[in-house]
């Protein structure tokens, strides 16, 4: 069992900057694909960003050239540092991790294998 805890989240105001952390139990974490999702009140969980286990990157278009995810294989932590945070940013950010089965980026919440409990981000205007 994969065990995932997110760390990071609070509140800030727009234009603020936060980094998240997602801390990973698994000694193979330097094989699997992350992911960090986040879910408003009210709406659907969606896909923020993920990076391959060769630090390979991909963004949300409402995130992109905002945020920036990264990986510390020697420390089993993947990373989501957001700049310019706007209230529409406000949700629980979810960290998600996905053994690798031939795909490099993932971006769909079901094809995720494990995931932590959240982080609650709360971006005041």
């Known amino acids: 069992q994969v065990q995932l805890v997110e760390s990071g989240g609070g509140l800030v105001q727009a234009g603020g900057s936060l980094r998240l952390s997602c801390a990973a139990s698994e000694r193979a974490f330097s094989s699997y694909v992350m992911g960090w999702f986040r879910q408003a009140s009210g709406k659907e969980r969606e896909f923020v960003a993920t990076?391959?286990?060769?630090?390979?990157?991909f963004y949300a278009d409402s995130v992109k050239g905002r945020s920036t995810i990264s990986r510390d294989n020697g420390k089993n932590t993947v990373y989501l540092q957001m700049n310019s945070l706007k209230p529409e940013d406000t949700a629980v950010y979810y960290c998600?991790?996905?053994?690798?089965?031939?795909?490099?980026?993932?971006?769909?919440?079901?094809?995720?294998?494990?995931w932590g409990q959240g982080t609650q981000v709360t971006v005041s205007s």
């Open positions: 998600a991790a996905r053994a690798y089965r031939g795909r490099s980026y993932v971006t769909k919440a079901l094809e995720y294998d494990y």
């Open positions: 990076i391959s286990s060769s630090g390979m990157t």
